[in-house]
C-alpha cells in the first residue's frame, strides 16, 4: 500500500508543488548529482575512474509542451556531444513521453529523430526507457518503425512484472535488438501485471534467461542479490561470457554491489539522473524502497549514520 501510494504521489502535481525546492532536493542527491551537464559530466568521470560505465538519462517526462519537448531533444543532442568531447565511457537513456510521446506520435518521430541523428553521427548508443503500460505497445511498435528506418544503435526496456513480456522479449530477441530487463517501476493493476513479488521475481529470471540465451547483449538491470545471483549462475552453467551482457544499477544504489561485481569481472552500467525534474524519478525511488525516507531524512541531519538500519551493506551508499 506505501508503494502505490508513493508512486501515485509520484504522479501528483499538487504533492509535486509542496515539495519541490524544498529540503526534499537536497535529500534526492542521493539519487540525483546535479541539475546540469557539467554535475552530470562530473559524475560520469567518477563513475567511470570505478570501472563502471554510465548511461545518462535527462529528468523529464510526460511532456505536453511542444517547446519543452524540443528543449529535452536539445539537451540530449549537448549530452552526447559531451560524452563525445571528453570520450566518456557511457551512452544514453531517455523517456519517450519526455521528447513528446503524450504530444503525438508524429511530433515524437520528428523531434526523436534529430536526437538519433546526432547519435547517428557520434556513433553512440541510445536506450528508451519503458513507462507505464499505457505506453508499452506504443513504445514498441516506434521502436520497431525506427529498427525498420536501418537504425541499430538503439535499445528497448521491458518489464517483467508485465505478463505480456515474455512474448515482447521472444520479440526483441528476433529482431536482435538490445533488450535492458528491470521489474518494473510503475503501479500496474492486476489486469496487466503480477501483483506479488514472488511471481515479479520468477517472471524476472525466466526473462533474464531468454535473454541470455538467445538475446543481443542484454543488460539484466537490478540490485536484488537474488536476480544477480540467479544471472551469474546461468551464465556459468550455459558457459556465456561475462563480455555477453552486462548488469545495470541506478546511481546512489547498492554501490557495493556495483564494486563488487566489476571486482568479479563483469560489466556494469550505472545509470545517473540529472536535472531539475528530478521529483517523480525521487519518488519511485521511494516507492522500491521506503526505508530510503529515513535514510534521506537521517542524511539531513548527519551524512552517514545509519548504516546499520540496512541489510546487504545498504549503508555503505550513505558513505
Ligand atoms: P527490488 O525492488 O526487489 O530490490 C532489491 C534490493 O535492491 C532491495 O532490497 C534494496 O536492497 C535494493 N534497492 C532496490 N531499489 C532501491 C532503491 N530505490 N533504493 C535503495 N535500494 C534499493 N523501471 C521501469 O519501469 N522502466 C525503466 O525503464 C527502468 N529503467 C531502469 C534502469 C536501471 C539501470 C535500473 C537499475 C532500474 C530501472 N527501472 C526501470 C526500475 C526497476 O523497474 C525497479 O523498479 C528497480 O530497479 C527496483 O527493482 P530491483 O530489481 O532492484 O529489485
Not at 563525445?84 to 519526455?98: D, I, P, R, W
Not at 504530444?103 to 547519435?119: E, H, P
Not at 520479440?171 to 501485471?193: F, I
Not at 506479488?196 to 520468477?202: A, H, L, Q, T
Request: charged residues 25%; proline residues 3%.
Amino acid at each position: 500500500m506505501l508503494r502505490n501510494g508513493l508512486i501515485f504521489l509520484s504522479e501528483s502535481r499538487a504533492a509535486k508543488k509542496l515539495v519541490t525546492g524544498t529540503a526534499l532536493r537536497g535529500m534526492s542527491r542521493r539519487f540525483v548529482p546535479g541539475d546540469t551537464v557539467d554535475e552530470l559530466v562530473s559524475a560520469i568521470k567518477d563513475a567511470n575512474s570505478s570501472g563502471l560505465s554510465v548511461t545518462a538519462n535527462y529528468l523529464g517526462e510526460g511532456e505536453k509542451n511542444e517547446a519543452t519537448a524540443r528543449q529535452a531533444g536539445d539537451r540530449y543532442s549537448a549530452i552526447l556531444d559531451r560524452i563525445g568531447e571528453h570520450g566518456l565511457n557511457a551512452n544514453v537513456s531517455l523517456k519517450f513521453t519526455q521528447l513528446g510521446q503524450a504530444i503525438s506520435d508524429d511530433f515524437l518521430a520528428d523531434n526523436l529523430g534529430r536526437v538519433l541523428d546526432r547519435a547517428r553521427d557520434l556513433e553512440a548508443f541510445i536506450r528508451f526507457d519503458m513507462e507505464s503500460s499505457d505506453y508499452t505497445e506504443r513504445t514498441l511498435a516506434a521502436f520497431e518503425d525506427i529498427w525498420a528506418a536501418g537504425r541499430r544503435n538503439i535499445g528497448v526496456v521491458l518489464q517483467a512484472y508485465l505478463y505480456r513480456s515474455a512474448l515482447d522479449v521472444a520479440r526483441m530477441n528476433e529482431l536482435g535488438a538490445r533488450v535492458r530487463l528491470c521489474k518494473g517501476a510503475y503501479a500496474e493493476p492486476a489486469e496487466v501485471a503480477f501483483q506479488e513479488r514472488s511471481e515479479v521475481d520468477g517472471s524476472f529470471v525466466s526473462l533474464m534467461q531468454m535473454l541470455l540465451k538467445d538475446g543481443n547483449y542484454p543488460a539484466i538491470a537490478t540490485h536484488d542479490d537474488a536476480m544477480v545471483e540467479a544471472t551469474v549462475a546461468y551464465a556459468k552453467q550455459h558457459r556465456i561470457g561475462p563480455e555477453r551482457f552486462e548488469f545495470q544499477m541506478l546511481y546512489g544504489v547498492r554501490r557495493d554491489l556495483q564494486a563488487s561485481l566489476v571486482k568479479g569481472g563483469y560489466n556494469v552500467r550505472v545509470y545517473i539522473p540529472f536535472g531539475k525534474a528530478w521529483y517523480p524519478y525521487l519518488m519511485r525511488r521511494l516507492a522500491e524502497r521506503p526505508a530510503n525516507l529515513f535514510f534521506m531524512t537521517g542524511s539531513v541531519v548527519r551524512e552517514s549514520p545509519l548504516g546499520f538500519l540496512w541489510p546487504r551493506g545498504e549503508g555503505k551508499n550513505s558513505a
